[in-house]
């Protein structure tokens, strides 16, 4: 079930081969990406809940992004730059990538990529009711919507090339295998729950395609098992990786990265690949010091036990550790800046490999 040592010391030389002399990927010759999209949940989300009234699922406030550019908060769920920045950063479009709803975005930006990615998003639509987040239909929807805003500039054909050239990024399921099944138990097995999340995250990606996306990387769940509150809610005295919960995401994993093969033969001129996220991630949680790492089965922020969102707040912050680099954890559920830069490496190499 857990990958060998050998596979982390692949992971770590990729990480050395792309931070290590310069943050861009060299792209095959004659291949461009202009722009980056990206739809999901709170690992991608740079801020797109800003502006939501009901939903815990933000976190515009300290002591979130103190370690971000200038030291402020801006909805990223990290003391820092998310997987999107470091993705924008090393295709050499841009240093960060912004969410699609800031109301301060300039036509540059949209031209070079947005998310439109929300924290506690799901492929089940119960998920993001539950959160109170933009569901992955509305982010479909603010994409229409964005497409209709760059034609005035481009022009409709323009457009399409353009889209089809740019590279989209899909990470969602985790808020699903770790939130709402659990509710779901008593009508779904695992298999059942993972069949119909799985069927959702199909239909998505078709009308991805059918939207203007050539080129899209479909990203696995992490082990959310491992996550510092999942640790501390069903790990036991000991605060282990709750196994079950894993097992969860393993399954859907291996059913979602199974619908590769069909989407691609199905549709034509689609590029998709799936990038698995959940060897990498735990083996940094598994050999910390390998990555330079201190601390894995807790966050930085207050006890790091069970602080996230709304928990996570100027009041906990005394708490906090003083230097996060150290962690893999920033919160009880997202991974630090350090930690996502690492994953985020594996992340574009293999997408570069399979899409461009």
């Not at 964005?146 to 022009?155: A, F, H, Q, T």
Request: proline content about 6%; aromatic content about 10%.
């Amino acid at each position: 079930m857990f990958p060998s040592s050998s596979s982390a010391a692949i992971t770590l030389s990729i990480f050395v081969l792309l931070f290590n002399g310069g943050c861009t990927l060299d792209l095959p010759k004659n291949v461009t990406v202009p722009a980056i999209f990206v739809f999901g949940d709170s690992l991608v989300d740079p801020g797109n809940n800003n502006n939501l009234i009901i939903t815990v699922a933000k976190c515009n406030f300290p002591p979130y992004g103190r370690d971000f550019p200038g030291g402020k908060p801006t909805g990223r769920f990290s003391n820092g730059k998310i997987p999107t920045d470091f993705a924008a950063e090393l295709l050499g479009i841009k240093e960060l990538l912004p969410a699609y709803l800031d109301p301060t975005l300039q036509l540059q930006d949209l031209l070079t990529g947005v998310s439109f990615a929300s924290g506690g998003a799901g492929f089940d639509p119960l998920t993001s009711r539950l959160a109170s987040a933009y569901s992955m239909s509305d982010q479909l929807d603010f994409f229409k919507e964005y497409k209709e805003k760059i034609k005035s500039v481009l022009g409709e054909e323009q457009v399409a090339s353009f889209l089809s050239k740019s590279l989209f990024l899909v990470w969602c399921g985790g808020n699903d295998i770790s939130t709402t099944y659990r509710i779901r138990r008593a009508e779904y097995d695992i298999d059942s729950y993972t069949d119909l999340i799985v069927s959702y995250a199909s239909k998505f990606f078709q009308e991805l395609y059918e939207a203007g996306a050539r080129r899209v990387a479909v990203l696995g769940t992490p082990p959310t098992g491992c996550g510092p509150a999942q640790r501390t809610i069903f790990g036991g005295i000991t605060r282990v990786c709750a196994d079950d919960e894993n097992h969860w995401t393993l399954v859907y994993n291996s059913k979602l990265s199974a619908q590769i093969g069909p989407l691609k033969n199905s549709l034509p001129n689609l590029k998709i690949a799936y990038v698995d996220t959940y060897n990498p991630l735990l083996n940094i949680i598994q050999n910390p010091h390998k990555y330079g790492f201190e601390v894995a089965n807790v966050g930085c922020c207050g006890t790091g036990r069970i602080e996230v969102t709304v928990l996570c707040n100027p009041a906990t912050n005394t708490l906090s550790c003083p230097d996060a680099s150290k962690y893999v954890f920033w919160d009880s559920f997202h991974p630090t800046e350090k930690a996502y830069e690492i994953l985020t490496a594996t992340i574009i190499n293999q997408s570069a490999k399979e899409l461009l």
